[in-house]
C-alpha cells in the first residue's frame, strides 16, 4: 500500500489524469464491443444510434464544463459565487428544455432513425437535465486542476453504464436498445460521484457584473456555436447513415466508425488540459502557443501509428473487436483512422484559439460541418464514398486552421 502512494505521490495529477482517460476510453470501447458481439449488426445499428447521442449530448454539455472551467481560473469571491448560480441555473433549464423536447419528438425519431419503438428515446430525454448539471460539476474540477476528482467522476459513470448495461441485457428479456438507454440515465446518477454541489450558493444573493456578464454570454455563445459544430462533424455521418442505409449497413458503419474515432477520444485528454492551460498563461501574460504545439506533436504521433495498424491489419482489428460479422469494413477502416485523425488535429486548433476567445476557427468548422453534411446528402452511394466525403472536409477544415494559426501567430507575437 506504501509502494502504491509513493508512486501516485511521484506522478503528476496531469499524467494520472491522462492515464484515467485511457482507462475511461478503454472501457467505453469494451462497453461498444459487448454491444456490438452481443447484439449483431442489425440490433447494433439501435444500440449505436443511442451512444450516437449520448455524443451529441457529451458535446453540448461541453459547452457549460469549459465555460465553468475558464472562470473558475478568472473569477474569485462574490463573482465566483455568482457565476456558479448562473452557470448551475441555466444548465438546468437547458438541460429540461431539450429533455421535454427530445421526448415530444420522440415518436418523429423513431420514424426518421427506422428504430422499433420510442421509448429509448423517451428513457434517453429524461435524463438530460441531469447531465447538463454533471457537466457544470466537471467544469469546476477541470478549471481549478482537481484532475482526481474529474477522473473519480469519468470513472464511475463508465463503469456503472458498462456494468450495468451488460447486467439489464443478460436478464432483462425486452428490447435491447431500451435496457442500453436506461443504462445510459443510471450511468449519469453515478457521474454526479463525487459532488461537492450545496444548495446554499443558490440561496445566496449575489450577481455579476455587466461586464463580466457579457464575458460569460460571449464565451457561451462562441462555445455553444463551436460544440455544434463538433455534433455535425463528428456524429452526422452515423445519423445519416442510420437514415440512408438499411439497419445492417448502418450497424456495420457504426462498427467502423467506433474502431475509427479512437484518435479523436484519446486526443480529447488533451483538450481537457489544453483549456485551463491556455487560460492561466494567458492570464500570466505568457506565451500560449508553445502549449498547443506540444499537445498537437503528442496527437499528430499517436494518429499516425493508428492508421498504419488500420491499413496492415484491418481485418485482424474488425475480428478481435467486433468479430467475424463486421469484416466488410476492413478496406474503409484506415481511411475512416484518417479522416478521425486529421478532424482530432483540427479540434485542438479550435479549442485553442477559443480558449483565447477568437471567433474564426468556430465559422471554419462550421462551414466546413455543414459542407459535409451537404456532401453526404448528395453523394452517399456506398459506404465508401460517405468515408471519402469526409476525408475531403476534414483536410479541408485541417488546412483552414494550419492557415489561421500561421497568420496570427505571424501577425500577433503574443499568442
Same mark, same amino acid.
Given at each position: 500500500?506504501?509502494?502504491?502512494?509513493?508512486?501516485?505521490?511521484? *506522478?503528476?495529477?496531469?499524467?494520472?489524469?491522462?492515464?484515467? *482517460?485511457?482507462?475511461?476510453?478503454?472501457?467505453? +470501447?469494451?462497453?461498444?464491443?459487448?454491444?456490438?458481439?452481443?447484439?449483431?449488426?442489425?440490433?447494433?445499428?439501435?444500440?449505436?444510434?443511442?451512444?450516437?447521442?449520448?455524443?451529441?449530448?457529451?458535446?453540448?454539455?461541453?459547452?457549460?464544463?469549459?465555460? $465553468?472551467?475558464?472562470?473558475?481560473?478568472?473569477?474569485?469571491?462574490?463573482n465566483?459565487?455568482?457565476?456558479?448560480?448562473?452557470?448551475?441555473?441555466? #444548465?438546468?433549464?437547458?438541460?429540461?428544455?431539450i429533455?421535454?423536447?427530445?421526448?415530444?419528438? #420522440?415518436g418523429?425519431?423513431?420514424t426518421?432513425?427506422? $428504430?422499433?419503438?420510442?421509448?429509448?428515446?423517451?428513457?434517453?430525454?429524461?435524463?438530460?437535465?441531469?447531465?447538463?448539471?454533471?457537466?457544470?460539476?466537471?467544469?469546476? +474540477?477541470?478549471?481549478?486542476?482537481?484532475?482526481?476528482?474529474?477522473?473519480? $467522476?469519468?470513472? $464511475?459513470?463508465?463503469?456503472s453504464?458498462?456494468?450495468?448495461?451488460?447486467?439489464?441485457?443478460? @436478464?432483462?428479456?425486452?428490447?435491447?436498445?431500451f435496457?442500453?438507454?436506461?443504462?445510459?440515465?443510471?450511468?449519469? *446518477?453515478? !457521474?454526479?460521484?463525487?459532488?461537492?454541489?450545496? %444548495?446554499?450558493?443558490?440561496?445566496?444573493? *449575489?450577481?455579476?457584473?455587466?461586464?463580466?456578464?457579457r464575458?460569460?454570454?460571449?464565451?457561451?455563445?462562441?462555445t455553444?456555436?463551436?460544440?455544434?459544430?463538433?455534433?455535425?462533424?463528428?456524429?452526422?455521418?452515423?445519423?445519416?447513415?442510420?437514415?440512408?442505409?438499411?439497419?445492417?449497413?448502418?450497424?456495420?458503419?457504426?462498427?467502423?466508425?467506433?474502431?475509427?474515432?479512437? @484518435? &479523436?477520444?484519446v486526443?480529447?485528454?488533451?483538450?481537457?488540459?489544453?483549456?485551463?492551460a491556455?487560460?492561466?498563461?494567458?492570464?500570466? !501574460?505568457?506565451?500560449?502557443?508553445?502549449?498547443?504545439?506540444?499537445?498537437?506533436?503528442?496527437? #499528430?504521433?499517436?494518429?499516425?501509428?493508428?492508421?498504419?495498424?488500420?491499413? @496492415?491489419?484491418?481485418?485482424?482489428?474488425?475480428?478481435?473487436?467486433? !468479430?467475424?460479422? &463486421?469484416?466488410?469494413?476492413?478496406?474503409?477502416?484506415?481511411?475512416?483512422?484518417?479522416?478521425?485523425?486529421?478532424?482530432?488535429?483540427?479540434?485542438?486548433?479550435?479549442?485553442?484559439?477559443?480558449?483565447?476567445?477568437? &471567433?474564426?476557427?468556430?465559422?471554419?468548422s462550421?462551414?466546413? !460541418?455543414?459542407?459535409?453534411?451537404?456532401?453526404? %446528402?448528395?453523394?452517399?452511394?456506398?459506404?465508401?464514398?460517405?468515408?471519402?466525403?469526409?476525408?475531403? #472536409?476534414?483536410?479541408?477544415?485541417?488546412?483552414?486552421?494550419?492557415? +489561421?494559426?500561421?497568420?496570427?501567430?505571424?501577425?500577433?507575437?503574443?499568442?
Amino acid at each position: 500500500m506504501t509502494a502504491i502512494k509513493l508512486v501516485f505521490n511521484k *506522478v503528476s495529477p496531469e499524467k494520472l489524469f491522462m492515464g484515467s *482517460v485511457l482507462v475511461v476510453n478503454g472501457g467505453n +470501447y469494451l462497453y461498444n464491443l459487448i454491444l456490438g458481439r452481443l447484439l449483431g449488426p442489425a440490433a447494433y445499428s439501435d444500440a449505436a444510434l443511442l451512444t450516437t447521442l449520448l455524443l451529441v449530448l457529451s458535446f453540448l454539455g461541453m459547452t457549460f464544463q469549459l465555460a $465553468t472551467a475558464k472562470f473558475a481560473i478568472l473569477f474569485t469571491g462574490d463573482n465566483w459565487v455568482a457565476f456558479k448560480q448562473l452557470l448551475y441555473t441555466n #444548465a438546468l433549464g437547458f438541460g429540461t428544455l431539450i429533455g421535454v423536447l427530445l421526448f415530444a419528438f #420522440a415518436g418523429h425519431l423513431q420514424t426518421l432513425f427506422h $428504430t422499433e419503438s420510442d421509448l429509448p428515446f423517451k428513457t434517453f430525454a429524461v435524463s438530460v437535465p441531469l447531465y447538463f448539471f454533471m457537466s457544470v460539476n466537471r467544469g469546476r +474540477y477541470q478549471g481549478n486542476q482537481d484532475y482526481q476528482k474529474l477522473s473519480i $467522476t469519468y470513472q $464511475t459513470e463508465m463503469w456503472s453504464r458498462l456494468i450495468l448495461t451488460l447486467a439489464l441485457l443478460l @436478464v432483462v428479456p425486452t428490447t435491447p436498445a431500451f435496457l442500453v438507454s436506461l443504462g445510459i440515465v443510471l450511468s449519469f *446518477v453515478f !457521474g454526479l460521484i463525487p459532488t461537492n454541489f450545496s %444548495i446554499k450558493n443558490l440561496k445566496k444573493k *449575489v450577481s455579476l457584473s455587466k461586464e463580466n456578464k457579457r464575458k460569460v454570454i460571449s464565451f457561451i455563445a462562441l462555445t455553444a456555436c463551436y460544440e455544434l459544430t463538433q455534433i455535425i462533424i463528428n456524429n452526422s455521418d452515423v445519423l445519416l447513415v442510420k437514415h440512408y442505409f438499411d439497419t445492417v449497413n448502418a450497424g456495420l458503419y457504426a462498427s467502423l466508425a467506433m474502431i475509427g474515432r479512437v @484518435v &479523436y477520444f484519446v486526443a480529447w485528454m488533451f483538450v481537457m488540459l489544453l483549456l485551463p492551460a491556455v487560460v492561466q498563461k494567458q492570464k500570466d !501574460g505568457e506565451a500560449t502557443a508553445p502549449i498547443l504545439i506540444k499537445y498537437v506533436s503528442y496527437v #499528430a504521433v499517436l494518429a499516425i501509428s493508428i492508421i498504419f495498424c488500420c491499413a @496492415v491489419f484491418p481485418k485482424l482489428i474488425i475480428q478481435l473487436m467486433f !468479430g467475424d460479422a &463486421y469484416i466488410s469494413m476492413a478496406p474503409l477502416l484506415w481511411q475512416y483512422a484518417l479522416a478521425t485523425s486529421l478532424f482530432a488535429i483540427s479540434n485542438l486548433f479550435a479549442y485553442y484559439f477559443l480558449s483565447l476567445d477568437q &471567433y474564426v476557427p468556430v465559422i471554419l468548422s462550421g462551414v466546413l !460541418g455543414i459542407s459535409q453534411i451537404i456532401m453526404i %446528402i448528395f453523394f452517399h452511394s456506398s459506404l465508401y464514398m460517405v468515408v471519402q466525403v469526409q476525408i475531403i #472536409a476534414m483536410v479541408a477544415l485541417l488546412v483552414a486552421q494550419l492557415l +489561421y494559426f500561421t497568420t496570427n501567430n505571424i501577425l500577433n507575437k503574443t499568442i
